[in-house]
């Protein structure tokens, strides 16, 4: 095999992606910063125990375990971000009040979650703990949709849905867990057959209301509102109405509060995963890409396995994935090219250009200039025994 050879879906960042995916990344963390969030950066590696105490199986699959040499116990490198800054506001911090915390690091996956997708995402996000309220929901959306925004993404659409729907739904219906657990996997799948065998015991009206969230997807807001049709085909259950009322409520606000409101759409059958999310669930699709370019929700309660139980909700991106679906082609960045030489007032012009944020290369003596990078537009020429910036092709004194 040959040495330069990687793993399946993993793959070198090479320059020109490394800067979007870098000026991205300050770009992020700076929106996250005027919204009052504080940047934690957890350790890759961290026991399973903890890593994955509040996991469904498809986390547990995701992650890469070996044995700690140290103490004898697995420990797992980790395939997400959102349990450890959890674990950061429950066990650590332990704040009485509100706590906005945000992230950007690698996760790694033992499986490539979609179609052409690395198995080493760069996660970034962010997670806000101890309000239960619409008000939170929509703060997180409005952080939410400005990431996007600031990504360059163009005609993305904001789907909407509610990990609890499915159990106010079913309230009062005698199903056990596991048979719960299945009708749920079986609404994921859209698998109407299995739905109608799985719900055999229940009561018509719950048979005819989880078959009716298979059909209930589409646009909100306007005379056909997926959401006002759902309260008038689901049960007038308190726990249905009010998830459903709530919802009307967020993309009310959101349409008065964010900086441009994208295409908002519902899937109340998307109920993402059954263990982790409790509320509010919301994921961005973008033209062209198969997979959900961000992902988020509400997820109460996971700090309890760390001694707090908390409300939260929080998103996160995958900053490779979001620039590799930047349309329009990034332009290279304009730079100075410098001659080399022994020069004290040279270097020292090329040391005041730099401070001031221009990019100055020097043509290093015997090679060839590359600049895949960068463009070079001006140049360091001497003019009267004075170094000046000038426009490439621009003629300077001869050097004695």
């Known amino acids: 095999m040959s040495a330069w050879l990687l793993p399946e879906s ?53 992650t890469f375990k070996l044995l700690d040499q140290a103490s004898g116990r697995m420990l797992g490198l980790r395939a997400d971000t959102t349990p450890q800054v959890a674990r950061i506001d429950a066990h650590i911090l332990n704040r009485k009040g ?27 996000g962010a997670e806000l703990y101890g309000c239960g309220g619409v008000e939170a929901d929509l703060e997180m959306l409005n952080l939410a949709v400005d990431t996007l925004n600031l990504s360059g993404l163009k005609n993305y659409r904001l789907a909407l849905s509610h990990a609890g729907l499915l159990a106010a739904v079913l309230e009062g219906e005698d199903l056990c867990e596991t048979t719960v657990r299945q009708v749920h996997h079986a609404l994921a799948q859209k698998d109407q057959p299995g739905l109608k065998a799985l719900l055999s015991n229940a009561s018509s009206v719950a048979q005819g209301a989880v078959l009716a969230l298979l059909n209930l997807y589409g646009a909100v807001g306007g005379a056909h509102c997926v959401l006002k049709r759902a309260k008038s085909i689901l049960p007038a259950k308190p726990g249905v109405q009010r998830i459903l009322d709530d919802m009307l409520v967020l993309v009310d606000r959101l349409s ?11 899937d109340l059958a998307d109920l993402a995963n059954f263990d982790y999310h409790s509320g509010l669930l919301f994921s961005a699709y973008v033209e062209a890409c198969p997979n959900a370019v961000l992902r988020g929700g509400r997820y109460d309660d996971v700090g309890a396995v760390f001694g707090r139980a908390r409300p939260a909700t929080g998103f996160s991106v995958d900053l490779r994935e979001l620039v590799a679906l930047q349309r329009a082609q990034v332009q290279p960045k304009k730079a100075i090219r410098a001659p080399w030489m022994y020069d004290t007032a040279l270097m020292a012009v090329i ?3 730099r401070s001031q944020g221009e990019v100055v290369l020097q043509s ?3 090679a060839a200039p590359e600049e895949e990078e960068f463009v070079c537009d001006r140049q360091l020429v001497r003019v009267n025994q004075t170094w000046t910036v000038a426009p490439m092709g621009a003629s300077q004194e001869k050097v004695q």
């Open 10 to 62: 993993v793959a070198d960042v090479l320059p020109s992606e490394a800067r979007r995916i870098e000026e991205l990344r300050r770009m992020l963390l700076d929106r996250f910063r005027v919204y009052g969030y504080e940047l934690v950066m957890p350790p890759m590696l961290e026991y399973t125990t903890s890593l994955l105490a509040k996991a469904d199986a498809s986390l547990d699959l995701q």
């Open 98 to 124: 509100v706590t906005r915390l945000c992230y950007c690091g690698p996760v790694l996956h033992t499986q490539a979650l979609g179609l052409h997708t690395t198995r080493e995402p760069l996660q970034c």
């Open 256 to 266: 008065e509060t964010v900086s441009a409101m994208p295409t908002v759409l519902a």
């Open 351 to 353: 040391r005041q250009l």
């Open 364 to 366: 290093l003596p015997g």
